[in-house]
Structure formats: C-alpha cells, structure tokens
C-alpha cells in the first residue's frame, strides 16, 4: 500500500547513493520506487527527473519537471531544467518561456546572476524579445554594469523602432545618454534616430547555436499532412543523422561544469594511440561547419551543407552520422563516388547500414556497376528482411540469404541485374515499409516444415534449395557424432557453395568438435573478416565474441572485436572490451600498455551517449597504476579529474592531499583540504569531514595542518574538549620548534573554548 514513510526514505537514500556513483539506471529505479510511495513528493520527484536527464531520456525528464513546476510554482530550477530540456528537444517556444519564468523566480530570489543567465537564454534563441531585453538592461542599470546596460538598452530601441513605435526608442536612447553620456554607443544611436535612420537589429549573442539547430532538424522532421506515416529507410536514416548531428552540436557547444569537466580530461588522455583530440581551434573550427551544414541542410541547400560536412571531417570530427549525412548529400548532388566512399564509413552502425546499402546501391546502378549494386540491393533487403522477421526466425532468414548472394556473384545478366535493383528498390524506398515487408512475409507460402522463406525468394528464384539440404545432413551426422563424415559432407557443399559462410561457421564448428581449437579459431577469424567486409557487422561481432570464449587472451581478436563495436555505435560495448584488454595488460605485468589501453577507453567514454560510469571506473584503474608506479604527479592529474566528477568522495580526496605532503606540495594540500571541508560543511556534513580529518590525522600524526583543520571542526560540533586536546598538541610541536608567536596564538584560540583550566592557560601565556 502507498504511502509507507520507511519504504520511501530507504528507497531516497538508495538513489542518492547511486546518484554518487554515478549508477543513473540504478538511481532512477530507487527514485520511482521512493515516488511509488509519495507520487507527489517534490524531493523525489526533481532526483528523478535528474536522473532521466543523465541518461539522457530527455522527453521523460521534461514531463517529470513539469510535474515538479506545477507543484513547486516558486521554484526556478523546476522552470530552468524544463528551458534546458526544451532547448535540447528543439520546442524554442517553451523554452523562452520556461526559461522566462525561471528569471523572475531567480530574480525574487535575489539570485541576480542566475536571473541574467536564463534571460540570455531567451535572447540566444530570440535576440529580438523584448521582455528578456528590457529586464537585462534594468538588472544591469541597478548592479552598475552601465556598458552592458547601454548595450541592452539601445538593442531594446531597435527592437521598438522596427515594431513602428518612433518615439519610444527615442526615449530608450536618450535613457542610455544619461546613464552615460560619453558612450559612444548611445551617442551614435541617437545621431541614426536624428537623421531618421534605422538601428540595426539587435545581434544573437555568439555560441550556444545548438537550440535552433535542433529546431530545424525538428521542423524538418515534422509530417506535412495529418496523416502519420513511418518514413522510407533513406529519410529515416536521415533524420537520425540530422539529430544525432544536432546533439553533438549541443555537447561541443556544452558549457556547463560537467561539460567542461570532461573537456579537461584531453590533458590526461593524449597518447591514446588513437589520435589526439581536436586543438580548441580545431574545436571552433568543427562547432562551426557542423552549425552551418545542419543550418544548410535545413533549408535544402545540399550542396552547401555537404561542403560544410567536409570541412568539419578534414578538421577532425568523425562521426558515422557525418559520413553518412555527406554521402547521401554527395548522392544526389555531385560527386558520386565521395559519396560512395562516405557511406561506406558508415556501413557498419546499425542506424545507417540499411540506408547506406540502399544509397550505395542508388550510386552504383547509375554508374553501371550492376553486380555492385544488385549486390548492396540484396545486402539492403537482408537487412530489412531478418530486421522485421519474428525475433525466432531472424538469423535463420538472414542466413538463407547467403546463397542467394551468392548466386549473385555469378550473375552477369545486366538487364536482370536492373530488374532487381528497381524491384527491390520498390520494395523498401516507401513510407510505412515495414508494415509492407510484414503483409508481404504473412502471404508469403512456407516451406516444409514450416520453415519461414527470405523475402528474396519474391525478387529472385535462388537455387538455395541444394546448400541447405547439405547443411540439414551436416547437422543430422554431427548430432550422430559422426564428425568424420560431417566434416566430408561439408567440403563437398564447398564445391557448389565456397562463399556461403554459414556452411565455413559450420565447419569451425566440426572442428571444435574434434579439439582442433587452432584451427576453429582461424576459420573463424577468416568468415569474420568476410563479414566484415561485407557490411555485416553485426555477424562479425558474434563470431569475435565466439573466438573470445574459446580464447580469452587472444588480444588480436579483442582489438578486432572493439574495432567493430565501436563502427556499431556500440560504445558502451567497446568500453567494457577495452577494460577487459587493459586488465589482461594488468595480469601480464605490462602496466604501460594496460595504462594506455584505458586512456583510450577513456575518450570513447567522453563521448555523450556512452554511461557515465565508465569514465569514473577508468580514471580509478588509471591512478592505481600511476601509483604504483610511483608516478605520483600523473597520479594527482588523475585523481583531480576524479575529484571533478565526484566531489563527495572522501577516498579520492585523501590521496591528493597525502600526495601532495609526499611531494612536498604543502600549499596545494592545503588548498585540496580547505576546499573538501569547505564542501562538506556546505552540505552539512561536519560528522563526516570529523572521521575524514581523523583518518588523515592517524596517518600523518606530526603534520600541524592536519591537526588544525581537526581542531577546528571538533569546535564546530561542539567537541570543544576534543579540539582543546588537539590544540594542546599543536601548541607542544610548536614549543618544541621555538615558534612562542605561534603557541601564544593557539593558547589564545583554547581560551576562546573556555577550558576548566583557563587561568593556567593565561599564566602560561603571560610568561610567553
């Protein structure tokens, strides 16, 4: 029953720790339980709309901080988040208006800065809205900020001007003179009002592009008609390329502090041996081409947007999304065959390799190159055949696929090739596709046993029939463990079948049978390449995984394996390898590789789909190896980008200040140590920074900053006898060193706490 107090506080507690460790998927469980017991509780309510936000569910987010704003009208960050969301779903009304709100909150708040923050917001979008401009200029009037204030101001007149109202923005200037008369600004406004000249129109602040972006790409996605159709693969494609572009736009753009927080690891990840990052003028450079490509392509200006994509790859940025966006742009514009070359960057990710094949094909049938195409035709069709396919039936109905292929290979028919170009290109390129390859599948005849058919068997009549009564009695000699004479059947469906890999699968298979495990392995990594090569990624992957199983330090396999996830935009799955790899480094004792191995996983972490628990893991694994190699300042590198991320952490803080005493860094310790203490009593946490302090202090018991920082926070609690104790400690090493200046100011600082013993306390003091 709803409403249990224990049950929600548990389920609160269970989510923050999670939050701490960065286990958003975690976090965001233990919050809708917590909110399963009070649906409206604000506290869990915004923590789980964080939550959503971190895993990037942003439609979720928003709807839950909707939720908190109408229950917590006064509260800004409610209105703030529900601005920022709306910004990155590219809905710019809401967000001008949400983030106008969180201003006036901020503002009634007396949070000035906060207040001109959302504003600006406003005028990114829209530098023309007169609300966000008239406040700007009054909040920087009153805070003394007369330069910007003028600027603001005359911005408003304009604004007044073009909307036909003359005579106040006469008025708005001659305000703007008085604030200051010598401004040359104001003064030039008012001479192009005088002489019955226009103000120019107020200029968008620079940067931060990335909203209206977004908006565009959401226009462009948006129906024409009342009717809702699924679009064809190649627009599908297209508009996850367009988004995909628009949001690496927003996190190049990002300047939050966890943004920047992970721009700063670039220092400790060169020599990844995977390139270096972009410079920062590389970074403007691609911010830049990849804003007016997106703007471009928008406004059907393809030849525009696919020369601006080129200059963002030549700058450095790679991304499946951009490779496929310029080669479907090169597709129908100039350029063919870059248009070729690009869409096979782009083959391998499971958003694009449809589309890619269907536009690969496109290319090569204009230019006559009919096999070619037939073939990434058919490609495309498999694609889509086993990708609608009953999930059961799914891998038999691609592999049926294999000798249709094949059969394929030994076509040279060119008006035959054609047909089937156009036959399948009819079959796929239209909207609401897969509901047709659905219908078509259901009236589609079986074959015996039930046995599902490829859709290819509509488009060409493939003598498939022969290799798969081969593979049938293959199968019935093994399971009869009759290995020698499944294995003598294989080769002979070689002879009519040599590129059908399911049947080379098959036999790595017989020859694990017969603990021929070498050889299994190399015919494995042989029809993995030939995946591979053919686009199929997916297949590729299996087998990798297959070889790994048998052999898991097999370290080749594992690079090819990453390799292939990572063209998948499966980056997560690279990441969790790339550890795998750099723990086998670890256990070999080779630490220089096992610490390189992580620092590239660490830049695949960085990138904005990926879980943010890798980096925290990674960083973790990076440190204890630079401790152990003594490599005590690249250890604190580390462990400050960890301290970055997880500010909390009390572990990660005592290694930089034990560090820094090693390093004689006293000064950088202390800073290391005020600045954690300072953020636990912010958070009213003194019980905690007390065991912190106390653990150090255990450590390191001769070191007076330590033993201060203590004293100090046990008179904070009220331990005003634990922290005379300290103190008393501090004022002996002192007497011992012959500081008296500084042993008369602690006996000073004790008499403050009034020890039972004071007039001793003072006697000592006179006699210093």
């Not at 800065?113 to 401009?133: F, G, M, S, T």
């Not at 129906?223 to 988004?243: C, M």
């Not at 410079?279 to 081409?289: D, F, R």
């Not at 009869?480 to 469906?493: G, I, K, P, T, V």
Request: glycine letters at 4%; charged letters at 25%; aromatic letters at 4%.
């Amino acid at each position: 029953m709803a409403g249990n107090e224990a049950i929600f506080q548990r389920a609160i507690q269970d989510g923050h720790s999670a939050a701490w460790d960065q286990s958003w998927e975690q976090a965001a469980r233990s919050y809708k339980k917590a909110l399963a017991e009070f649906p409206e509780n604000p506290k869990a309510l915004n923590s789980y709309a964080l939550a959503l936000y971190q895993l990037q569910k942003y439609d979720e987010a928003l709807g839950v901080y909707q939720q908190v704003a109408k229950l917590s009208p006064e509260d800004p960050i409610a209105f703030e988040k529900i601005a920022q969301l709306n910004e990155r779903l590219g809905n710019l009304r809401e967000a001008m208006n949400a983030a106008l709100q969180a201003a006036e909150l901020y503002l009634k708040a007396r949070e000035v800065e906060k207040a001109i923050e959302n504003w600006l917001r406003v005028v990114q979008v829209n530098p023309e809205n007169i609300n966000a401009r008239s406040r700007l200029a009054l909040i920087h009037e009153k805070t003394g900020q007369t330069r910007q204030a003028i600027t603001e101001y005359i911005a408003l007149a304009s604004i007044l001007l073009h909307g036909g109202n003359q005579a106040k923005a006469a008025e708005v200037v001659h305000h703007a003179l008085i604030l200051d008369p010598s401004s040359a600004e104001a003064r030039q406004a008012m001479e192009l009002l005088r002489s019955g000249r226009s103000l120019p129109k107020p200029m968008r602040p620079r940067g931060g592009t990335g909203p209206l972006r977004m908006a565009a790409v959401k226009e462009l996605e948006a129906p024409k008609d009342k009717i809702v159709e699924s679009p064809d693969p190649i627009t599908e494609a297209r508009q996850k390329a367009l988004t995909a572009l628009a949001e690496v736009l927003f996190d190049l753009s990002d300047d939050s502090a966890e943004a920047q927080a992970r721009r700063g690891l670039q220092s400790i990840m060169k020599g990844s041996g995977t390139g270096q990052l972009p410079s920062q003028a590389e970074h403007t450079k691609i911010l830049l081409h990849l804003s007016a490509a997106i703007d471009a392509q928008t406004h059907n200006q393809d030849e525009n947007a696919a020369n601006e994509l080129e200059k963002a790859i030549e700058n450095g940025f790679q991304h499946p999304a951009a490779h496929f966006d310029l080669g479907l742009l090169r597709s129908i514009t100039a350029g063919r065959e870059s248009g070729l070359k690009n869409l096979q960057q782009s083959l391998k990710h499971d958003d694009y390799t449809l589309a890619a094949h269907l536009l690969s094909g496109s290319i090569l049938c204009q230019s006559g190159r009919n096999k070619e195409a037939a073939t990434a035709y058919m490609e495309a069709l498999k694609i889509a055949d086993s990708g609608t396919a009953p999930e059961e039936e799914a891998e038999v109905i691609g592999q049926l696929y294999e000798p249709v292929l094949e059969s394929l290979a030994r076509e040279n028919d060119a008006p035959t090739l054609q047909k089937m170009c156009r036959n399948i290109e009819q079959m796929l390129v239209r909207v609401n596709w897969r509901q047709h390859l659905a219908k078509t599948r259901r009236e589609m005849p079986r074959a015996e046993g039930d046995q599902a058919l490829p859709l290819a068997d509509i488009i060409v009549q493939a003598q498939s029939s022969h290799v798969i009564d081969s593979m049938n009695r293959i199968n019935a000699l093994a399971r009869a463990n009759h290995l020698r004479s499944a294995m003598d059947e294989a080769f002979y469906a070689l002879s009519y079948a040599p590129t059908y890999l399911p049947l080379h699968i098959l036999i790595g298979d017989l020859l694990i049978r017969e603990g021929r495990t070498p050889e299994a392995i190399a015919k494995f990594t042989a029809v993995s390449n030939a995946y591979s090569m053919r686009g199929e990624s997916g297949q590729a992957v299996n087998l990798l995984k297959r070889i790994l199983q048998i052999s898991p330090m097999d370290l080749a396999t594992r690079v090819r394996l990453i390799d292939q996830q990572t063209a998948r935009g499966q980056l997560d799955d690279a990441v969790g390898e790339y550890m795998d790899l750099a723990d086998i480094y670890y256990r070999l004792a080779e630490l220089d590789k096992a610490r390189k191995t992580f620092t590239t996983a660490l830049k695949i972490s960085q990138q904005p789909n990926v879980n943010r628990e890798w980096s925290l893991r990674i960083l973790q694994r990076m440190a204890d190896i630079d401790m152990q190699r003594l490599d005590w300042r690249q250890a604190i590198r580390v462990y400050e980008q960890i301290r970055t991320l997880k500010p909390d952490d009390a572990s990660i803080r005592e290694n930089l200040v034990e560090l820094n005493l090693r390093l004689a860094q006293n000064a950088q310790a202390q800073a290391e140590l005020d600045s954690f203490i300072s953020y636990l009593d912010t958070n009213n946490h003194i019980p905690e920074s007390i065991t912190f302090l106390e653990k150090l202090n255990a450590e390191h018991p001769e070191e007076m900053m330590l033993q201060s920082a203590l004293a100090e926070q046990y008179e904070k609690a009220g331990k005003n006898e634990e922290a005379i104790a300290m103190l008393d400690k501090i004022g002996d090493q002192l007497m011992v060193t012959g500081d008296k200046e500084g042993v008369a100011r602690v006996i000073q600082k004790i008499l403050t706490l009034n020890p039972p013993n004071a007039e001793e306390y003072r006697s000592l003091l006179s006699e210093l």
